[in-house]
């Protein structure tokens, strides 16, 4: 089965969570809420759509960076490999989607970051199945707290269209909007989640939540 990859722009809701294995590797663990946005043709405004909410994974040297770098507020952009997985409680199957990252880094269009190179080093082995599953199972609370996959990332993965004819409607209103030069306040709106293909999703922006901590200088 081919790879699904996807970036996602969002903001992390907790401070990311270090796991240290017995064979000395590593994995960094977030959660990035991803807010949709869609023009109202109606009435020419952008409006908020729903919340979707990732698992971010980190491994080896990028799970000690996104550990060092990143805290509860601040807007990120991933790349990444997409993940659907499922677990039962109370009788109830349920979903949650996961991004098993390749990429971390600030969404400068929020704010202001500096880079510093680490000191190079080893950057360890790869967690062993138990030690992943151990991970998933202390991150468990952050699925249980939200809503189920959304039905068009189940559509994407089963090979569907991943967007209903409707969203690819609102996707050429925005597109429409930036041609005549719209001044709204978030006529700059990227797609916020792509897929491998190059499609994107409506013109989303994620907007800057109330208790939202600025960039380390």
Known sequence: MSEIYVTLSG?????????????????????????????????????????????????????????????RGHPVVVSGKLRVKQFERGGEQ?????????????????????FERPVRGSSGPVAAPRDLRAMEDATREWELATVAVPPSTLRLLEGGAGRPDDE????????????????????????????????????????????AMPLAA
């Open 94 to 114: 349920r979903f949650w989607v996961e991004v098993e990252a390749v990429s971390v880094g600030h969404d400068l269009k929020w704010g202001i970051t500096s």
């Open 11 to 71: 903001n992390v809701t907790d401070d990311p969570k270090q796991f240290h294995f017995g064979d000395g590797s590593r994995a960094t663990s977030m959660r990035v809420a991803v807010n949709r946005r869609f023009l109202d043709r109606q009435t020419q405004t952008w409006q908020d759509g729903e919340t979707t909410y990732y698992t971010v994974r980190c491994y080896r040297a990028l799970a000690d960076h996104v550990a060092q770098s990143v805290r």
């Open 168 to 211: 690819q409607d609102s996707l050429d209103a925005v597109y429409d909007s930036h041609a005549e030069g719209s001044n709204d306040e978030h006529g700059d709106a990227a797609g916020v989640v792509s897929a491998a293909d190059g499609s994107k999703d409506d013109g989303n922006e994620t907007p800057w939540p109330d208790n």
